[in-house]
């Protein structure tokens, strides 16, 4: 499967963008659906996740209440929409898709469980 994030840019503190992830490949339903970003000399974090019928979403904690990930399995794509950016949330944003349902936090937050990722989307909030 191909990954393509788009979406990204410059916004100021306390604005909002929205990520869209295209897939092709495999059918996109199938695929349970993650997005990371990793901040210069920093590792790569985990931002939100999305079960294969979008009954199940998980969060990383910096996220919570701010950001919103949703899916449209007609189109093939995954969204992140992010509100009341942060400079701290300033990163590459990836996507990323896992063969198996991630059923748990646990495994949806550990970039190991995905099989494929996006080439990333650049996201700049200025203070």
């Known amino acids: 499967v191909q990954l393509q994030a788009s979406g990204g840019g410059l916004v100021q503190a306390g604005g909002c963008l929205r990520l869209s992830c295209a897939a092709s490949g495999r059918p996109f339903g199938s695929y349970h659906m993650g997005w990371f970003r990793q901040a210069p000399g920093k590792e790569r974090e985990f931002v939100a996740a999305?079960?294969?019928?979008?009954?199940?979403?998980f969060y990383g904690d910096s996220v919570k209440g701010r950001f919103t990930i949703s899916r449209d399995n007609a189109k093939n794509t995954v969204y992140l929409q992010m509100n009341s950016l942060k400079p701290e949330d300033t990163a590459v944003y990836y996507c990323?898709?896992?063969?198996?349902?991630?059923?748990?936090?646990?495994?949806?937050?550990?970039?190991?469980?995905?099989?494929?990722w996006g080439q990333g989307t650049e996201v700049t909030v200025s203070s």
């Open positions: 990323s898709s896992a063969v198996r349902e991630l059923r748990y936090v646990e495994y949806a937050a550990q970039p190991a469980m995905y099989h494929y």
């Open positions: 999305i079960s294969r019928s979008g009954d199940r979403i």
